[in-house]
């Protein structure tokens, strides 16, 4: 039996979710072991736990959409008309 994969979530105002099995690598690709299943990936750059979310978001008053920015929905909607064309 396969296993559903990971799940990516972006919280508002906080940091991307991952909950399921995943790999985390450096850019050597070495293994960071997370220690658990779902972990909180810091995206605003105020983390000193970086990659992983320590909080800091909130004091630093970080602002982000919960799932697509609305530059994302128009670029994910241009490429998914583009690819609609191609396949036409
Ligand atoms: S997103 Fe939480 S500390 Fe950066």
């Known amino acids: 039996m396969s ?3 990971a799940e990516i979530v972006p ?3 906080g940091p991307l979710v991952i909950r399921g099995a995943f790999a985390l690598r450096d850019e050597q690709g070495r293994e960071i ?3 658990r299943r779902t972990i909180a990936l810091c995206r605003c750059g105020r983390s000193q736990l970086r990659p992983f979310c320590d909080g800091s978001h909130r004091l630093a008053g970080f ?3 919960g799932g697509l920015s ?3 929905a128009r670029r994910h909607e241009l490429v998914a008309s583009v690819d609609a064309e191609r396949h036409q």
């Open 11 to 13: 919280y508002k105002d």
């Open 3 to 5: 296993e559903q994969p």
């Open 70 to 72: 609305a530059a994302a």
């Open 63 to 65: 602002r982000a959409e």
């Open 33 to 35: 072991d997370a220690g």
